[in-house]
């Protein structure tokens, strides 16, 4: 089973292997990049998965480790065992690679149990040491065949030199002895078929005896080669004949050793090719920010799971620019399988479509995905996406029988598809279907009905789907059909541009009507293209807007909640390293205090030896010793007295227990005029009511009649914190504009800091500061504290607004 090719290049996977192709190192590990395809097996696509963690993980440790000097020398090595001649480059390459092959392996064998598919994959290079030895010592670096290389060629080397050496002599004599100097055109030595001869005058042409090989053009110089050297001539080319035949010997030799090591040599070269693509998948990881995804086993038939097998947290399209690509959430199987989405055009639909098979696709693969965990996904048999532009004048007229033939190939290959069956075990397979514009390019009417009957299909045959449409009908189906979710791209009717931000549970809307009327169509136009939407679909269009304004109105609740709940957080923290600063000044007063009483104390026994010394030397009454003794015994008595006294004063009594605070907004509490709980929305202080919203009733009722509702309680005993009640402080009224001319450099950086933060509890967004031109002095102590401050996001000059003298201050998002 695989994946078909249509989908690999409907979801654009072949750009992915085109750009992971660019981080390999050897054009065998280029071929296996530019040929990946998705796997179908479950545990080939964990090991690949492994594999790639791994090489990640290897590469931040050893971010220079590489494959070394590879080339792909399978072709040279299968043309060695036919018999084929190897060149001395060509060998030199083949040793390089097994060279590189060596080094790999033993890096690969240290390592730890936390590679264990590295370090398996290193164990199979073939170790070839006596094959490398051969050809370093036989082939140089520049491919040239060393004298080393046999003592044959060492000897015939030597006599080629010696020979060369004693014709270049006999020349040199002859061309600067003054026999010969007024027949030679110039004192020079030159080559003519390989011959070493001299230029001679054609008029001197009986004062040279020797042989005539060339003339020149003119025909002015004959290249004659004299009778004298042409012994030393033949000697000289003997010799060279001789050693080429050594040379062909010793590369035939290599040649052969190659070709009895072809399968060792090409399960070299597709093992470090292996190992490339895997540091290649590692590297493009790391370059689009992607993480490992969980891959988990689950097919239709599996019993249904609160954890949908599916899910995508902050998903990035990998083919677009990472700072423009807005992450998506989202998820399918559990509660439902199959999404419809729905929004205007150019909202990101089609992309979330892409991003979902895409990623699919990688994830089989063996790459990471650019997303965050804990995403996951199963492996799917089948992934098929239909989605078109549908932008083509030419093409409209055949988009829907087009859509229709691939929807019908998508159904018969899912009905007819093949089962994991055994005695007990019946699975179907995991598929993956992405419709794009699902029923368009017909009737709208047939076009709603067809899609909502696909989707009926789909949901029988137990897929994950995913479809965008822009039919109201199929919302509302979604919205009855369990197992069917609506999902929607967000747009920003005042800014007439997407947000291409996904949200799941909320159908879209087109906004036809919203993006008319703010570009500036005639209203009553609006209005009376209202009018001929039906009635139906315009209660659905309101309601969705609706949802999606308490949508937004509770999702800033939220914010401004989280917001608070940091503030009191950040208080409490306060107040904790308050109480334990108390706590360490209690513990060191007390210690003091005992520290007093305790050297009172020597001091007094200090003073009863001294009496009892003196009683035993001077004449003193027992009596009085005894009321000394009582006396100090007392005075021990006051001092244990004195610190349990201190340690009482010094630990804080408890708090007596809170009174209940008045009602707030927010309350939940209970009508007795109606019976029914309800949440506090108004209090008018001054009639003493309340607005409560009960259920889709909202009651206005004296707030006599409201009591705080009880949480209901389950039985079980739980330990509940004790009650802390913190004071936040009320939002400031504060001034965008903060005069400081005339202050002193010392008091800004306090009085600025206060400003900021009090501007920012304020919802200020921008601030503006004016500290006048003067020396330059204060403007630089302001700009530093801004330049460091936390909640600021950026300043710049006041331009216009103030020149020099102004700083325009931008405060961080809330």
């Not at 914190?721 to 800004?748: H, I, K």
């Amino acid at each position: 089973m695989s994946i078909p090719e249509t989908s690999l290049h409907t979801l654009e996977f072949d750009a992915v292997r085109d750009r992971l192709a660019h981080y390999t190192a050897f054009s065998a590990s280029r071929e296996l990049a530019l040929s990946l395809t998705p796997s179908t097996d479950l545990d080939e696509v964990r090991r690949r998965q492994a594999l790639t963690a791994e090489a990640r993980l290897l590469l931040e440790e050893w971010p220079d480790l590489t494959i070394g000097g590879a080339r792909d020398v399978r072709r040279s090595a299968h043309h060695a065992a036919r018999g084929g001649m190897l060149d001395g480059t060509t060998l030199r390459d083949i040793a390089a690679t097994l060279r590189s092959a060596a080094t790999l392996r033993q890096r690969l064998s240290r390592l730890d149990d936390r590679f264990p598919n590295l370090r398996d994959l290193g164990y199979t290079l073939p170790a070839l040491p006596h094959l490398i030895d051969a050809i370093e010592q036989a082939i140089g670096d520049d491919g040239q065949v060393l004298d080393s290389a046999s003592p044959t060629l060492a000897r015939l080397r030597h006599e080629v030199r010696v020979a060369f050496n004693r014709l270049q002599e006999r020349l040199q004599s002859m061309i600067h002895s003054t026999t010969l100097a007024a027949a030679l055109q110039e004192p020079i030595i030159t080559v003519r078929n390989g011959r070493y001869v001299i230029p001679v005058k054609a008029s001197h042409r009986r004062e040279v005896r020797g042989l005539v090989h060339d003339q020149s053009g003119s025909g002015a110089t004959l290249y004659i080669e004299p009778l004298a050297i042409v012994e030393l001539n033949n000697r000289w080319r003997e010799l060279q004949s001789a050693e080429a035949e050594e040379v062909q010997r010793i590369l035939g030799a290599l040649s052969e050793q190659v070709g009895g090591a072809v399968s060792a040599i090409v399960s070299t070269v597709n093992t470090l090719a292996a190992l490339d693509l895997a540091f290649a998948l590692a590297r493009y990881a790391i370059a689009t920010r992607s993480t490992a995804p969980e891959i988990v086993d689950w097919r239709p038939d599996d019993p249904p799971s609160t954890e949908p097998p599916l899910r995508l947290i902050r998903a990035r399209h990998p083919l677009l620019p990472p700072d423009k690509v807005v992450p998506i959430d989202l998820w399918l199987g559990g509660t439902f399988s199959i999404l419809l989405i729905t929004g205007p055009n150019t909202g990101g639909k089609t992309v979330a479509l892409k991003t979902t098979g895409l990623l699919a696709l990688m994830a089989q693969a063996g790459m990471q995905i650019p997303a965050d965990q804990p995403s996951r996904l199963p492996v799917f048999q089948y992934i098929f996406a239909d989605i078109g532009d549908e932008q083509s004048i030419e093409q409209s007229l055949s988009t829907f029988s087009s859509h229709m033939a691939n929807i019908i190939r998508v159904l018969q290959t899912l009905t007819e598809a093949p089962t994991d069956q055994a005695l007990f075990d019946y699975r179907r397979p995991a598929a993956l279907v992405l419709f794009d514009e699902l029923g368009a390019g017909t009737d709208p009417v047939e076009g709603s009905a067809l899609a909502r009957a696909i989707i009926g299909r789909l949901l029988e045959l137990g897929v994950l789907a995913v479809a965008t449409t822009h039919y109201p009908e199929l919302k509302a189906f979604a919205y009855a059909t369990p197992g069917v979710e609506n999902a929607s791209v967000e747009f920003d009717v005042e800014t007439l541009a997407p947000t291409y931000r996904l949200s799941i549970g909320v159908p879209g809307r087109s906004n036809a009507l919203a993006i008319a009327a703010r570009l500036g169509l005639d209203p009553a136009l609006i209005e009376q293209a209202r009018s001929f939407i039906d009635r139906n679909e315009a209660q659905v269009e309101d309601l969705l807007a609706g949802i999606q304004r308490e949508r937004a109105a509770a999702t800033a609740a939220l914010q401004r909640a989280e917001e608070l709940r940091a503030d009191a957080e950040k208080y409490r923290a306060r107040l904790a390293a308050e109480q334990q600063a108390f706590a360490a000044e209690r513990e060191v007063a007390l210690a003091a205090a005992r520290q007093e009483i305790e050297a009172e104390l020597r001091e007094v026994r200090q003073q009863l030896r001294r009496l009892r010394e003196e009683y035993r030397s001077v004449s003193i009454s027992r009596q009085w010793l005894e009321e000394a003794e009582k006396r100090l015994a007392a005075t021990a008595e006051q001092a244990q007295q004195a610190t349990e006294r201190l340690q009482r004063q010094m630990v804080p009594s408890a708090p007596p227990p809170p009174a209940e605070r008045p009602l707030q907004v927010g309350d939940t509490v209970h009508v007795a005029s109606v019976g029914l709980n309800g949440e506090i929305m108004a209090i008018d202080t001054d009639d003493e009511t309340a607005t409560v919203q009960v259920g889709g009733f909202r009651l206005t009722v004296k707030c006599s009649e409201l009591k705080r509702a009880k949480t209901a309680d389950n039985g079980e005993r739980r330990f509940t914190p004790p009650e802390r009640q913190v004071n936040l402080p009320s939002m400031p009224d504060v001034s965008m504009t903060f005069d400081m001319r005339g202050w002193r450099v010392s008091e800004v950086s306090d009085r600025l800091d206060r400003y900021l933060n009090d501007a920012y509890l304020a919802g200020l967004h921008q601030v503006r500061l004016i500290h006048g031109k003067g020396t330059g002095a204060l403007r630089q102590v302001v700009r530093d504290v801004l330049a460091s401050h936390p909640l600021v996001a950026s300043f710049t000059g006041g331009g216009r607004d103030g020149g020099d003298g102004v700083t325009i201050a931008t405060l961080v998002d809330r």
